[in-house]
């Protein structure tokens, strides 16, 4: 939703930085991935140190794009590249938050982790199969940038169990949104 409403906004300001950037945009998305894993790993024992290394992988991982797109230099494999290291980081992210929340003795807490951990997992996958059928799915309340928001509000503040009920609650409405968008776009279609 951020993503598509905002799309490109921040390419024009952020232009004379992405043209001195001398590394590659690939190059940048493995830097997000690095700082995001080793986020990871301090989530397990650190939520709000862990959340502060996630907002900065996170600003990593929108560079990439946004110096692909300044520098034109975007490639079908630095896409996809992107999106398997996000799956990645969202898994990792996710299970740190679980194994940190199982070490206070918070069960219902690695419960939410998991669910939203699926959660996000068929949001991406629901996308993937609409348009591998040929249905443009961008659609739903919640994609990888609000989630990586409100997680990261949740580990700085220590609200992290409030913010994994709504992540719960809305990564599964973004699915079902997706199932009936494409559903619809069928039924339109005459392909149902």
């Known amino acids: ?3 598509e409403k905002l799309g490109h906004v921040l390419d024009k300001p952020l232009k004379p930085l992405a043209q001195r950037i001398p590394l590659t945009p690939n190059a940048l998305s493995v830097i997000g991935f690095l700082i995001t894993l080793c986020g990871s790993y301090v989530l397990t024992y650190n939520l709000r140190i862990g959340g502060i290394f996630i907002v900065v992988g996170s600003c990593f991982d929108m560079l990439d794009g ?3 797109r300044v520098n034109n230099r975007s490639t079908i494999f630095g896409a996809y590249l992107d999106s ?3 799956r990645y980081a969202d898994a990792f992210i996710l299970l ?3 194994w940190n929340l199982g ?4 069960h219902g807490g690695v419960l939410l982790c998991l669910g939203t951990l699926i959660g996000s997992f068929l ?5 993937a199969r609409a348009e591998g059928l040929g249905v443009d799915c961008k659609h739903g309340l919640m994609e990888r940038p609000e989630r990586i928001i409100l997680i990261a509000i949740g580990t700085i503040t220590g609200f ?7 992540l719960l609650i809305l990564t599964h409405m973004t699915v079902i949104q997706r199932v009936h ?3 619809r776009q069928t039924i339109k279609d005459g392909q149902e």
Do not use: C, K
Not at 103 to 106: G, M, V
Not at 160 to 166: A, G, H, R
């Open 96 to 98: 740190a938050i679980a």
């Open 103 to 106: 070490q206070h003795n918070s």
């Open 1 to 3: 939703m951020i993503g």
């Open 181 to 183: 968008y494409v559903w």
């Open 84 to 86: 398997v290291f996000d």
């Open 66 to 68: 946004i110096v692909a």
């Open 160 to 166: 992290i169990l409030p913010v994994l009920w709504i």
């Open 123 to 127: 949001i991406s996958y629901a996308r």
